[in-house]
Nanobody, 124 residues
Framework: VQLQASGGGLVQAGGSLRLSCAAS????????MGWFRQAPGKEREFVAA????????DYADSVKGRFTGSRDNAKNTVYLQMNNLKPEDTAVYYC??????????????????WGQGTQVTVSS
């Protein structure tokens, strides 16, 4: 199983980025997907979760209304659209895949597979 995250970069505050996470080696449509992030000196934290179909999503309060998670099961890819970015959004963003757990999916231990992370830096 491989999860390949991409789309990170440097952006000014108020800008947007779209992260992608391409999955391989698993039956993608069976997995719920999550995005987590880890800022320097901090623990990794939940950002967003997307259900198998993409019909249900969940967000951390800190990103609600600014970030949108989605997926394309035909492309085995999950996305995180990040708008109105703030300097406090600066972190390494990770995608993860989980299976067979009840909603919501906010805890790291609920995920079986993890991507390598992509750096997002927001300048003020």
């Amino acid at each position: 199983v491989q999860l390949q995250a991409s789309g990170g970069g440097l952006v000014q505050a108020g800008g947007s980025l779209r992260l992608s996470c391409a999955a391989s080696g698993l039956t993608f449509s069976r997995y719920f997907m999550g995005w987590f992030r880890q800022a320097p000196g901090k623990e990794r934290e939940f950002v967003a979760a997307i259900s198998w179909s993409g019909g249900s999503t969940d967000y951390a309060d800190s990103v609600k209304g600014r970030f949108t998670g989605s997926r394309d099961n035909a492309k085995n890819t999950v996305y995180l659209q990040m708008n109105n970015l703030k300097p406090e959004d600066t972190a390494v963003y990770y995608c993860a895949a989980g299976l067979g757990r009840p909603y919501p999916w906010r805890r790291e231990e609920e995920y079986e597979f993890w991507g390598q992370g992509t750096q997002v830096t927001v300048s003020s």
